[in-house]
């Protein structure tokens, strides 16, 4: 176990790290420091636990312990993993993690003076990112997934100009229970089909759906299909979510990608629709949105 100990008086004196519009952390304080080490200061978070007992606190401690101890097995510079635990007053009380220069990709999903094209090479990023997951569960730890896979724990790393994944602390790893999940709530689309995504009713206050590759491919399917629906496409009742995707297919989007994203409402296994996002131009996207679609039924 790594721990950095800190006290009140340094805590006081960090600068709050203030959410761009559209995130919401319900966890826990984001605060901005410099760590000293032998040769140089280097920028890290410290995020401060809202929760510091019972069985959340738990599961959260256990989680980050799994991270903490197996950071170099994952292997994975994309994933922005906890590196210490933060001791305050012989308590542990949050964590320490790497400080990225970012931009959120909710942000940039919403700004309209990013193109269409950087936009689904992002999201092809994060495809990527998903299938390298694949290979540490193959090789590594048969259960880490996402979990919490949605537009805000996704960031563009100003410095490398590459995407990178926070919220790592609500990940499923090494046998924890599962933490809230945005797109995987009582309220989904998918909560009637605990044959292919397992509810989990152990807790209260703690994850729905059990996370694993179906899960986490359901949520990134959500994003792609919030991103050309303009709008959150789980609002839609699975009848009309087919109708959806019938117009998706008379406004030319190919029926193999269309197939693919039919799967998140049927019993197979979902597939990672990253190698169907070069089908999406400028014409498809325009007319994918809500809006249009409506005018059209």
Known sequence: MQIIE????????????ELEAGNINTEGNLYLFEEKNKWHKEKKVYKELFHDIGHIFSNKLFTLNELIDNRELIGMEELVIPEKLAVVDNKVEGFVMPYIHNISFYSILNDQNISNHDKIRFFKEISEIIKRMDNVRKNVIPDFYLNDLHEGNFIYNINTKRINVVDMDSCKINGNKPFVSKYLTPLSPI?????????????ANLGYIIPDRNSDLYCFAVMVLNYLYKDRITRLSKEAYYLYLEYLISIGLPMDFVSSLARIYEYKDNENIGDYLYLLNDQIVNKAR????????
């Open 6 to 17: 800190l006290n009140r008086r340094t805590i006081r004196k960090m600068k709050k790290i």
């Open 191 to 203: 909560v009637d089909m605990p044959g292919k995504y397992a509810v989990h009713d152990e807790e």
């Open 290 to 297: 809500k809006d249009v679609f409506l005018k059209k039924k």
